[in-house]
């Protein structure tokens, strides 16, 4: 089942038991073989938003966009797009258009003709057709290049003439898939922001595919975070981020610190985990019933663990250890403490103060304590 | 530069020699004044003159163009098709054997497919009356260059980025435009080289047209060959040296323009990374 995240309220469309998805894959299985690639996909993406794919190489990403655009067939499980069962209905008359991975543009047809490609089957006159491959050859700056064929281009032209030709028709569902990997990283963000700036426009539907988990976090409304053809978690990126639900997408996405331990009491939404890494306690709200005994994980971002020289009261949440490692990054510094059973644990310190050499919060060798609140902790089962 | 040690130009000289002197030779004994092929009377351009008011050479000539225009054009078409089935129906019922039967011809010695044809158009001859000529010839010629044809063309699809099409198939095109907009002009060399080598096996082709010409059909390889076995004469030394000069004055403008596109193409990938910047 998707996991719209969190309890039905007034707000975002995903939200509304009531809304029509616009896109509804459900239960799709695509196997190669023996191989299993996109395993019981269940996803609705609602009418406007800018859906991100997240996962690793091979996970199964290209795959289900794919089954989206009509390239390959679902073993199991149906598609609608706009409440139409997609099943037996070719890439060209899907109301969707893709950018590939590879670009794939026409080697033989210049810039300019790669992108106006698509419009030779719309329904209008050469001036207005001449007009919109003008447009998008603005939009993503090639106007010097519009009579070039893609072999004389550099790789981050060639994807913007790709994500020029995909947006052409002005489909009612855009798939992008890496849309900007080529790309350096002041174009990225210029990119990324002019797709948010296309999507509010045009107010087509987008899913994007991408790896990277910071694009991800910018572009999307939601997200989807996929590992080996299955869909582990679906939420708004501070759902992501904040309330991973797995140890596997809390890895993923940002580093994270993981004590693993039992659950020994539980009450009041509060549960006491004995962690036996650390030899000590910790207190962190959850929202589902564990029975004592059972293996979960504290999780906690670095950048919510604080750093102190002095021993905290008793009761607070805290571990102990040396400083192994100090990086000063100028507006924060990341130190590895290395607790007692040799684990390491990273800490982001914003350095909200001026410091002199020698003044820091911490140096090589110190012994510190990282406390952090209950409620910046997340709790992982297995 | 490394020095080359004597042995190597030793080598290398009687390596050219070895290609080289039999066209030499060739072209030299065709200035020859005397009748005789191989005595030396003395320089004119008589065989010339008596290659030029032969008109028995000019008609298998033309004959031999035509032949190879008609073959090539018929079997680069047909085996662009045999080619595009192989390459992109992996499992089709009676795939393997229409693999088999497409590359056969290059495998199998020419005297038994031209046998084979020429039992063909014998009893093709008698159920329908029709006489074996340039007709049964040109006929024979697609059916082998084909083969050439469809492995040129299957190996360039293989290699081929299928998400080209794709891309054509996704912004609307059905399958048969998306042929002729994206495919085939990707393709366009190897459908080019395609033509190019069935055309010259079609033209110097001897075995197979023997066996599936009739009267009145000689080929220009057929007619040098007729004429040769009667001993070389001049004449025949003058046609060869025609056509060497033909096809090495040919070979040499295509090299030069490939040198330029090839030229083109460095200047503009330079450009383009230097615009980049
Ligand atoms: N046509 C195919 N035949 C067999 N296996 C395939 C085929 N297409 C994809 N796969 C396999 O399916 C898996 C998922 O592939 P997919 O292209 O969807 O990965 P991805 O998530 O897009 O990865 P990347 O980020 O590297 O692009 C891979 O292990 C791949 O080898
Ligand atoms: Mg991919």
Redesign the pocket.
């Known amino acids: 089942m998707p996991d719209d995240g969190g309890k039905p309220q007034s707000g975002p469309i995903w939200l509304d038991a009531a809304a029509k998805p616009f896109i509804s894959i459900e239960g799709v299985t695509k196997r ?2 023996s ?1 299993t ?1 996109v395993d019981n996909v269940t996803l609705k993406v609602f009418k406007g938003e800018l859906f991100a794919l997240l ?1 690793g ?8 966009l794919r089954m989206l655009a009509g390239f390959e067939t679902p073993t199991e499980g149906k598609i609608l797009i706009d409440g139409q069962d997609m099943a037996g209905i070719p890439p060209y008359e899907r109301p969707v258009n893709m950018m590939f ?1 590879s670009y794939a543009l026409f080697p033989h047809m210049t810039v300019e003709k790669n992108i106006g490609y698509g419009l030779k089957h719309e329904n209008m006159s050469d001036a207005e057709r001449a007009d919109r491959v003008k447009m998008l050859i603005d939009l993503v700056q090639l106007g010097q290049f519009a009579q070039r064929k893609p072999h004389q281009l550099s790789g981050g032209q060639r994807q913007r003439v790709a994500l020029a030709r995909a947006l052409a028709k002005q489909p009612k569902l855009l798939l992008l898939d ?1 849309p900007l990997g080529a790309l350096d990283k002041k174009l990225r963000e210029q990119t990324q922001f002019e797709l948010m700036n296309i999507q509010d426009k045009v107010g087509i539907t987008f899913i994007v ?1 991408t ?1 990277d988990q910071e694009e991800a976090m910018t572009l999307a409304t939601r997200i989807a975070v996929m590992d080996k053809g299955v869909i582990r978690q679906t939420g708004t990126p501070t759902e992501i981020y904040e309330y991973p639900r797995t140890k596997f997408v809390a890895d993923f996405i940002g580093s994270i610190n993981q004590f693993e331990g039992e659950v020994k009491s539980s009450k009041k939404g509060f549960v006491t985990v004995s962690v036996p890494l650390t030899n000590t306690e910790m207190t962190v709200p959850h929202d589902r019933d564990l029975p004592e005994g059972s293996k979960v994980a504290v999780a906690v971002r670095p950048e919510k663990l604080t750093i102190t020289r002095k021993a905290p009261a008793k009761g607070v949440n805290a571990v102990t250890g040396t400083v192994v490692d100090l990086g000063y990054f100028g507006k924060d510094s990341l130190y590895r403490i290395k607790l007692a059973s040799g684990a390491l644990v990273r800490v982001n310190h914003v350095n909200s103060k001026r410091a002199g050499e020698g003044e820091r919060v911490a140096v090589w060798e110190d012994k510190v304590w990282l406390t952090f609140d209950p409620s910046s902790a997340i709790l992982l089962a297995e | 530069m490394k020095r080359l040690s004597t042995f190597l130009v030793v080598m290398l000289c009687l390596g050219y020699a070895f290609f080289y002197i039999p066209i030499l030779s060739m072209m030299f004994f065709s200035f020859n004044k005397s009748k005789l092929a191989t005595v030396w009377g003395g320089f004119s351009f008589d065989p010339y003159v008596r290659l030029f008011k032969t008109n028995a050479v000019w008609d298998a000539a033309g004959l031999s163009l035509m032949i190879a225009v008609i073959s090539a054009t018929f079997a680069t078409i047909l085996g662009t098709m045999a080619g595009m089935a192989l390459a992109r129906f992996k499992r089709f019922p009676g795939r393997t054997a229409f693999s088999g039967l497409v590359t056969s011809p290059l495998i199998m010695p020419e005297v038994i497919t031209g046998i084979s044809l020429a039992l063909l158009f014998i009893g093709i001859g008698y159920a329908t009356g029709l006489m074996r000529g340039a007709t049964t010839i040109t006929i024979a010629h697609i059916t082998f260059s084909m083969s050439y044809v469809a492995v040129i063309v299957q190996s360039r699809l293989a290699s081929m980025d299928r998400s080209v099409e794709e891309a054509a198939m996704d912004l609307g095109s059905k399958p048969a435009q998306v042929l002729f907009d994206v495919t085939l002009p990707i393709i366009a060399p190897a459908l080019v080289s395609g033509w190019l080598l069935a055309f010259t096996l079609s033209l110097d082709d001897v075995v197979i047209t023997t066996f599936t010409n009739g009267p009145g059909s000689t080929t220009l390889p057929l007619y040098i060959f007729g004429q040769a076995r009667l001993g070389v004469k001049p004449e025949m030394n003058a046609l060869a040296t025609i056509i060497v000069t033909l096809v090495g004055t040919g070979v040499a403008i295509a090299g030069i323009l490939m040198h330029r596109a090839e030229q083109k193409r460095l200047r503009d990938e330079r450009q383009a990374y230097a615009a980049n910047k």
């Open positions: 190669f073989g191989f690639a996962g190489s091979g996970c199964g990403k290209s795959t289900l991975q890496e595919v790896h």
